[in-house]
Every structure is written in structure tokens, then in C-alpha cells.
DNA sequence: TATTATTCCGTAAACGTTTACGTAAATAAA
DNA sequence: TTTATTTACGTAAACGTTTACGGAATAATA
């Protein structure tokens, strides 16, 4: 701890506790003067105002909390970013918390939350069905701001993408560029973004009058290695000429399972992501992604919250939605 | 804040505060049937402790804080994650400073931790001319341990990967494989990340009495965009037959002036770079790397600062150094 | 001059815990 | 039986702020 407190400084200073407290808060009921001595005495016996009393006191944290599944992830390692970017131009702190997509994580987070340790909560939902009850409780106590895996089960501000709109311009991407047998690499399919994804890829499918099979859309698996094993025996089986992969995580898994069955993206393959990896354009051959907005989603969300703090914003169930960018690459030109 | 605290939980229980605070912590002054008694009544009204209340009044604060130059980066993601499973299972919190490589933002939030609330810091040394005098005085007020972005003069636990052997092996990899000119891509050099990795490149050149000569190393500038400028003009003069790039964030504008030079890696130069990006197998060529074991830094830098904690841990200046991994690939292959 | 308003600061209580100290009752030891 | 020990709990102070309330001194107004 800081040796050196309040009282010790208004000591120094021959004032009381309370006449430097106001100081420093620049009240308007302490003389310019007085001002200036306690700020320099402050500086000078390096003077740090115990953030627990102060929290205790005042019952703010200065502290906003983040949830995650993973942070290591191109997309999360993004948003988080952005959070923290605006946390600090307002002095704000941030814990970081991931789920690894287990909802008994999450609740077990949430419940610790509700102790007042944050004045707010930015969520990124797990996979595993969420339990709404406890969510609910939550978000009465405090305010609660979700972004991308979100859940239209759960009332609440969201920040997404256009999912929808997205997956089936990419779809629509694919069959101008050729493709008559689209498969769907299928994950968040719990949450309403991985829905959203879905439906945009079952719509274009039916708009371009093109095979609707159950078949061609592959359900992801518990890990990495089975995932590989799911898609390649997919590829193969299906004989898909193009893939759209709802996640960055199913579609690097494509790449290397062509490469075993010999098949060549993007002649005999085309493969579109959902993607935020900033190398894509480096990849052989480069992929075809779906950009997300992850810093700007990071930014908006925690923006959002601090205009809930502010009591200044008056949508308690707005969802916002910015836009994804398809970026078109090598992976799905189309055959000459 | 949640409603209930330990007050009317106590008044609920015909109990004093006291009690029940003992009773929750399991002290042995409390009866057996107490105890349960209590804990029914904190789980029936949804009691969660305040932190700040405890905090003000154990001096501890159950947080620790990390500070990074970049979040969204594939080394420190990773070693993020690596600290935020230690803390869970210690039930402490994480809290998330990025510096963007400015040691003034890094020294505010230095200043601004001075006041009690973390019990220990994790750092990575943003790349600017740290304050040493800041530094030590916050290392002489709580725990703080150094992971991967180190400054030899800085006393502190350090944990390390083995950067000069690292590099030493890259060049020697890179010379076995054909290179006769071998240019380094130098960044961190303020650090003794960054000398250590430059001095493995010179050590390596000198024992194979190769050229080492200035101009073949190339320091980086203030951004991407210069960077790509830079690298294509250090490339297109020197015209080396092998690089070292000693972070990530160089060595993939590489690719892009050498497309545009037309040069072919490998054949016209081989490349190699200290990094720990997930997909550097599915880059065109595949990159050789150095990799990190960012996730394992993570975990023993956060596992030494709870030794801290509980005074288990006696050597406040040991640095460990944990290996990096040379993955050979495309990029580095010797031509046939 | 008397009254009111303004300026500037101090006193003390409050935030919700934890813990040193005290104590009554029950049990054990002498 | 008397004394010492143990068990189980309560009282109250402390952690370091912030703020409601009050009050003295000065300035403004009647």
C-alpha cells in the first residue's frame, strides 16, 4: 500500500481529510490557493487515493469487466483492444475473464460480479446454452453490454454484425464465381450470431434455386483434431465445390485437408471464412474472408457502456449493427 | 451493488457480523452447525461479499495487473491467457493495461497501480527508454515480475526465452541452408530481448566468417506503412539472401516486397522470424519461425508471482528462460 | 448598523468488511 | 470444589475515503 494517505497529507498541509478530498476533486468549496497547496503536496509526497475506500465510499469501481470465450483469438484479442482504448481516455479499469466457451464458467464469473466489483459487464457469450435466469439477474443489477455472440433470448444492448447479410453475400460470392454445391462449416449455432450466419447461407442457397442439403452443412466438433477429422472426411464425402466456414477456426483445418486429399482451392474448392486474421492475404492461396469490425465493435460496445453510465442512452434493448467486409481473394476466383 | 450484506445477513441469523464473517472464512472459533447455518442463509440470499470492504480492510485486493505493450498480438494474446487460468484458479482477478509501446502511458499506469490496487504486477516492457527510477520504486512496493519484453537494468524475476541461442540457430539454419548474406530485421534493441537476439544474429555471422556488415541490419521505423518502405528499400539494395526478422510484424511485409521485387522465397531468400502466429504453416511459402512458448510464460510468469505471494519464492532477482521452438519450413528451404 | 449571502473549511458519520479483545458458558484439570 | 482451559460468540475499532451538515469569517445588501 501507498504509506502515505489522506489524513498524512492533510497533516502536512494543516488541513483536515475532508478539505483535501475536496481539492482534489476540484470542488467549488475550497480557495483556489488551497488547491494548488494540497496538488502539490500530493505530487510531491507522490500521493495515490486508496481506490478501495474510495469504491467503498462512493460505490463506483472506476472498473469495467470483459468476458470472453478466448483471448487468444484474432477477433477477441481485437475487441478487447478497443475496450481497453476507451476505458482508459476515462480512467476506467478492465478484468479480462474467459469462459473457453463453458457456460458453468461464465455463471460462476457473473455471480462474483454481482459483489460490485464493476460498475458494468461487456459479454461475448459462451457456445454452451447460457442460463438466462442468472443473466437476467446480472443484468437487473447492473449494466450489461453484449457483443457478437449474442443471443436473442437475452434482452439486453447488443453489438453485432450483419451476420445474415454477410454470409449470404458471401454465399452469393461463391456461385458467381462458380460454385454449385455449397457446404456450411456450422459452429455458434446456439447463439443467434451463428443463426444469423446460417440463415444467410440458407437463404442464398434457396434465392439461387441450388441444393439445400443437410448434408453439405457440417457440424463442428469438440477440439482441433476432431474438427480436422469431421472436415476432411466432409470434403471428401460431400465433394463440396465451395465451403463457407462460420468461424476462422474451421476454415485453417480446409487448407490442410485439400492438401491431403489433393485438391486445389481454389480450382477444385472454393473456401470463403469468417475471419479475423490479419494475415489472410499471405495465406496459399490467400483466403477469402469476412471481415469483421472487432476494434470498432470493442470500442462501440464499451462506448455504449459508458453512455449507460452516463445515463445517457435510453435503448435498453437497441442492437446495433455494423457492417462486415467481404474480402475477396484467391480462394474463390473463379476458373478461367 | 448487491443488497444484501453482511449485516442483514447476520440480523437474518440472530447473529453477530462478526460471527458471520468468521463463520464465512471457516474460522475454527465457529461451531460446526454455525457455519452451515451461514451459508445456507448467504446462498439463499444471494450474499456476495463486498471486495472493496475486505480489500480496504486486508489490505490485499485479490487482483493482480497486467500490462502489455499490445493485446492484440498473437505472443501476448496467448501469454494472457496462460495468466488469466493461473488466476482463476487462485479466484483472483486480472486486470489489462496496454501501453502500445509509450513508456509514458506505461509509467502512468506504473504510478496509478501505486495505489494498493493489485497485489502484484505482471509486466512486458513497452520498447521506449523505460523510467528506472518509477520502475524501482514500484518494484520496491509490491511484486512485480518481468516476463518476454525484459531491461537488464531492472532487477526483478524474469522469465525469458532463450533469444540469443534462438537467433544463433536461426542464422546458423539459414547459412546450413545456403545463405552467404544474411540481413536482420532489428527491433526491441532497446531491450535486452532485442540484444539478445541481435547478438545471437552477430555471434552466429562471426563464426561462420560470414559478412557483418552494418548495413545488413535494418532497423525498423515507426510503423507499418514505413516498415514496408523500409524493408523493400534494405531489401532491394542489399539484396541478402537470407533474413532474420526479429519480430513478427516485420517479417510479414517481407512477403509483400518480395512479391514485388520479384523475388521468390525461398529461392532468392530465405526467411525466418521470431513468431507466434498460428498459421505461419499455411503462409505462402510457409514461414520457418521461432516460436515462443507464449501460453507457458504465461503460466510460470503468473505462477512465480503467487509464490510471491506466499512467500514461497526467495531468489527476488532469478531470471528463467524457457525455450523457444525453431520450426523449419518452406520459407528457409535450401534450394535443390 | 443589522441582516443575509457567500466563501472556505472542519466534524463526524458512513461505506462493508475484518479482527483484536473481551466474556460467558461449558469442559477439563487440579 | 476450585481453578484453568476451551469453545463460541459479541463489541467495537479500524481500513481510507467521501459527503451531509454546520459554522466562522468575510462580503454584499437592506
Redesign the pocket.
Given at each position: 500500500?501507498g504509506a502515505v494517505?489522506?489524513?498524512k497529507l492533510a497533516f502536512e498541509l494543516?488541513?483536515?481529510?475532508?478539505?483535501v478530498?475536496?481539492a482534489?476533486?476540484d470542488s467549488h468549496?475550497?480557495?483556489?490557493e488551497?488547491k494548488i497547496r494540497v496538488h502539490e503536496m500530493a505530487k510531491k509526497l507522490n500521493?495515490e487515493?486508496?481506490p478501495f475506500?474510495?469504491s467503498?465510499?462512493?460505490?463506483k469501481s472506476k472498473t469495467i469487466a470483459v468476458i470472453v470465450p478466448e483471448i487468444a483469438n484474432n477477433f477477441f484479442s481485437l475487441a478487447i483492444n478497443g475496450i481497453e482504448e476507451v476505458a482508459r481516455e476515462r480512467d476506467y479499469h478492465v478484468l479480462i475473464y474467459q469462459t473457453h466457451e463453458s457456460s458453468e464458467i461464465e455463471t460462476s464469473f457473473l455471480m462474483r460480479l454481482l459483489s460490485g466489483r464493476v460498475d458494468g459487464i461487456l459479454i461475448s457469450l459462451a457456445c454452451e446454452n447460457v442460463d438466462k435466469e442468472q443473466l437476467k439477474r446480472i443484468s437487473d443489477q447492473l449494466p450489461v453490454v453484449f457483443f457478437d455472440r449474442v443471443h436473442d433470448d437475452i434482452e439486453g444492448v447488443k453489438i453485432i454484425t450483419d451476420d445474415y447479410e454477410s454470409a449470404y453475400n458471401a454465399v452469393q460470392h461463391l456461385i458467381e464465381n462458380g460454385c454449385k454445391k455449397i457446404g456450411y462449416l456450422l459452429a455458434l449455432n446456439t447463439l443467434s450470431t451463428g443463426k444469423n450466419r446460417l440463415q444467410g447461407y440458407l437463404d442464398a442457397l434457396k434465392c439461387n434455386v441450388l441444393q439445400d442439403d443437410k448434408g453439405l452443412i457440417m457440424q463442428s466438433g469438440a477440439n482441433n483434431d476432431e474438427n480436422y477429422a469431421l472436415i476432411k472426411n466432409f470434403i471428401a464425402e460431400q465433394k463440396p465445390d465451395g465451403i463457407l466456414s462460420s468461424i476462422e477456426e474451421l476454415a485453417m483445418p480446409c487448407y490442410f485437408a485439400c492438401k491431403e486429399l489433393q485438391l486445389n482451392i481454389p480450382n477444385d474448392l472454393k473456401l470463403i471464412s469468417f475471419s479475423n486474421l490479419a494475415h489472410a492475404e499471405l495465406l496459399n492461396p490467400s483466403l477469402t474472408t469476412i471481415n469483421q469490425p472487432a476494434f470498432e465493435i470493442g470500442l462501440e460496445a464499451a462506448g455504449i457502456l459508458f453512455k449507460i453510465f452516463n445515463k445517457r442512452w435510453y435503448e435498453p434493448n437497441e442492437t446495433i449493427i455494423l457492417k462486415s467486409n467481404l474480402i475477396k481473394r484467391e480462394s474463390t476466383r473463379a476458373i478461367l
Open positions: 500500500m494517505n489522506i489524513k494543516n488541513l483536515s481529510a475532508a478539505t478530498s475536496r482534489l476533486r468549496e475550497i480557495s483556489r488551497t500521493y487515493p486508496n475506500a474510495s467503498l465510499r462512493k460505490q
